[in-house]
């Protein structure tokens, strides 16, 4: 691992973190992970597995901080994780099929709606929900899925134009 790429992943990781700090609850305490977002974006750039569980590891911690979800710490730490092994695994695959934004909106999709099965099983079998799985499925996680799939597509390609800009000059 480099610095460079801990520092980039480290200011992705803040910035999703802040997102995910104040972006409200859609319901029953429960929002969109932005957060997610930034560490599949982290993963399909650097590719680093190393660096993928680390930013996996800090993503699960931050969100932990920030959740409003009954038990959420607990089940937040273990999606995070689980979500981080699976969606490296399919990465290559996806991303070697499809082009750079279609590739992110799939792995972003995919991993968000991962991340919330995860989370919501866990946090059931751990804690109980709120309400049934399946309407807390529906409601939350598929509409964040596909918020964080667009959030995910403006951010890497905001990442991608800023990159070029900047490789001129350094």
């Known amino acids: 691992m480099k610095t460079k790429d801990i520092v980039q992943a480290s200011l ?10 104040v972006f409200p609850p859609l319901l029953l305490g429960m929002k969109p992970d932005f957060s997610l977002a930034m ?8 590719r680093d597995f190393k660096l993928g569980f680390l930013v996996a ?27 981080f092994f699976i969606v490296f695994a399919i990465l290559g695959p996806v991303m070697s099929k499809f082009s750079n934004k279609i590739g992110v909106a799939i ?8 991340s919330g099965a995860v989370f919501l099983g866990t946090a059931a079998l751990l804690f109980g929900l709120p309400g049934p799985f399946t309407a807390l499925f529906y409601t939350i996680v598929i509409p964040a899925s596909i918020i964080n799939a667009i959030t995910g597509v403006i951010i890497f390609s905001s990442i991608k134009i800023g990159s070029s800009v900047t490789e001129n000059y350094i």
């Open 107 to 114: 792995i972003t999709l995919i991993g968000t709606l991962i």
């Open 39 to 46: 560490m599949f974006i982290v993963l399909i750039i650097k």
């Open 12 to 21: 992705l990781v803040a910035i999703g973190f802040i997102l995910h700090a």
């Open 57 to 83: 590891l800090a993503t699960g911690i931050f969100t932990a901080l920030t959740t409003g979800f009954p038990g959420g710490q607990v089940a937040n730490i273990v999606d995070k994780m689980l979500t």
